[in-house]
């Protein structure tokens, strides 16, 4: 239900005639995650850290386009006890599209929500260390994204945005001392970027 309303708004969205020209920009992402990846476990709740590069096409009414790509990577690195050690790292590839509606009437100015719809490769690796042997497991996954937030552009060129990730790799696979098992590992998490645009 969630992707079908995504959907219908950028839909929306693309009926409207564009009122400028596309603007190109990159945005600095700093994430909290949270279900399986926030778990003490895996990621244990420290923050990731992303880039990204984006293009903003104006639309009338105070609506835009954005479609984006982002690379998100968490890592989390611990020792339960100066023979044991394990390091955990996941980094997702995403790619989407967002519309923005600015509450100015004026594309890329002032206060504005966003939803967004995108697909994100997820690449999980695990490595133990203990008495001097090493190991590791690693899995890549894909999965469809849906976020939602609200941002205030300060002037042409700058602005932040606040969103709520929602997003689950469905089916993991990981081989571990010759043993094979899946899961679903949920992934949402909550983003604060610095945007710019040139």
Same mark, same amino acid.
């Given at each position: 239900?969630?992707?079908?309303?995504?959907?219908?708004?950028?839909?929306?969205?693309?009926?409207m005639?564009?009122a400028q020209?596309?603007m190109?920009?990159?945005q600095?992402?700093?994430?909290?995650?949270?279900?399986d990846?926030?778990d003490?476990?895996?990621?244990d709740?420290?923050?990731g850290?992303?880039?990204?590069?984006?293009a903003?096409i104006?639309l009338?009414g105070?609506?835009?386009?954005v479609?984006r790509?982002d690379?998100?990577?968490?890592?989390n690195?611990?020792?339960?006890?100066?023979?044991?050690?394990?390091?955990?790292?996941?980094?997702?590839?995403?790619?989407?599209?967002?519309?923005?509606?600015?509450?100015?009437?004026q594309?890329?100015e002032?206060?504005?929500?966003?939803?967004? !719809? *995108?697909?994100? @490769?997820?690449k999980?690796d =695990? %490595?133990? /260390? #203990?008495?001097?042997?090493d190991?590791?497991?690693?899995?890549?996954?894909?999965?469809i994204?849906?976020?939602?937030?609200?941002?205030?552009?300060?002037?042409?060129l700058?602005?932040?945005?606040?969103?709520?990730?929602?997003?689950t790799?469905s089916?993991?696979?990981?081989?571990? !001392? *010759?043993?094979? @098992?899946?899961?679903?590992? =949920? %992934?949402? /998490? #909550?983003?604060?970027?610095?945007?710019?645009?040139?």
């Open positions: 239900m969630k992707q079908i309303t995504v959907l219908s708004l950028v839909l929306l969205a693309s009926t005639m564009p020209t596309a190109f920009g990159f600095a992402t700093v994430a909290k995650p949270s279900g990846v926030g003490r476990n895996w990621i709740g420290k923050l850290v992303g880039l990204g590069a984006h903003l104006p009338r105070g609506g835009a386009l479609p790509i690379y998100t990577m968490y890592k690195d611990w020792t339960s006890d100066a023979q044991v050690r394990e390091e955990e790292k996941i980094n997702i590839l995403s790619a989407g599209m967002d519309f923005h509606y600015y509450f100015s009437g594309a890329n002032g206060f504005f929500v966003l939803a967004g !719809l *995108g697909y994100a @490769s997820g999980f =695990s %490595s133990y /260390s #203990l008495n001097g042997l190991m590791s497991v690693s899995a890549t996954k894909g999965a994204y849906v976020q939602g937030g609200l941002g205030v552009q300060f002037n042409p700058m602005g932040i945005e606040f969103s709520y990730q929602s997003l790799f089916d993991v696979e990981t081989t571990y !001392l *010759g043993f094979t @098992s899946r899961q679903d590992v =949920s %992934s949402p /998490s #909550l983003r604060a970027s610095f945007v710019m645009h040139f």
